[in-house]
């Protein structure tokens, strides 16, 4: 199951913007890897203007956890997540935010092949972004001008370290000068907690 989103549509109620702040979390695995969504990380994404799950959500409570702080949470599922969350999500979703294309999906396999594997996934849908977890292990890299992006996990103790991300995007020029390709437009950045 595959989802096109037009964020700027939803955004219309707060008029013409020209950048967004996304809060970003995967592999939240609650309840079976922790009981809460860090309470640091809720205070980050109560000043983003979206915040995006990228899957292994488990229980649909985290999704209520998000909206608690921010009214709007986009996720996709994951290979962990319960059935309610995958009668609820997608397993891929584009969302268009100020001229960006935006690609989210979970993962799946060995976490070597994810890029590879995005990139053949989100091949037809002209991404500036991807947005991925899975791995439980941040990526923050630039392949082919495609920015991936995965913000680790938040709450599985038995990884290297826990994080979170926010993207800024600022709004998409029309024609963006040939060297910067629209590059200096989205900044990216894991946060260790």
């Given amino acids: 199951m595959s989802q096109f989103i037009n964020f700027n549509k939803i955004n ?21 890897r922790g009981e809460h969504i860090p309470e640091i990380v809720l205070q980050a994404f109560k000043q983003v203007d979206l915040i ?3 899957g292994d959500i488990v229980s649909l409570g985290v999704i209520d956890e998000l909206k608690s702080v921010c009214a709007k949470v986009v996720a996709v599922v994951g290979n962990m997540d319960q059935e309610a969350v995958r009668k609820k999500y997608p397993v891929k979703q584009v969302l268009e935010i100020l001229g960006h294309r935006v690609g989210l999906m979970h993962g799946v396999g060995s976490a070597v092949n994810l890029p590879q594997l995005l990139k053949d996934v989100f091949k ?25 992006f995965n913000p680790g996990t938040a709450t599985d103790l038995t ?10 995007l600022k709004e998409r020029v029309a024609n963006p000068h040939p060297a910067s390709d629209g ?9 260790k907690i």
């Fill in 12 to 32: 219309n109620s707060l008029g013409k913007v020209q950048s967004i702040k996304i809060g970003v979390i995967s592999d939240t695995h609650i309840p079976d």
């Fill in 52 to 54: 995006i799950h990228a």
């Fill in 124 to 148: 037809d849908d002209d991404c500036d972004l991807i947005i991925f977890g899975h791995s439980h292990k941040p990526m923050n890299e630039r392949i082919g001008g495609v920015l991936f």
């Fill in 159 to 168: 990884a290297e370290y826990n994080s979170y991300g926010i993207i800024a």
């Fill in 183 to 191: 590059q200096n437009e989205i900044e990216a950045e894991v946060i």
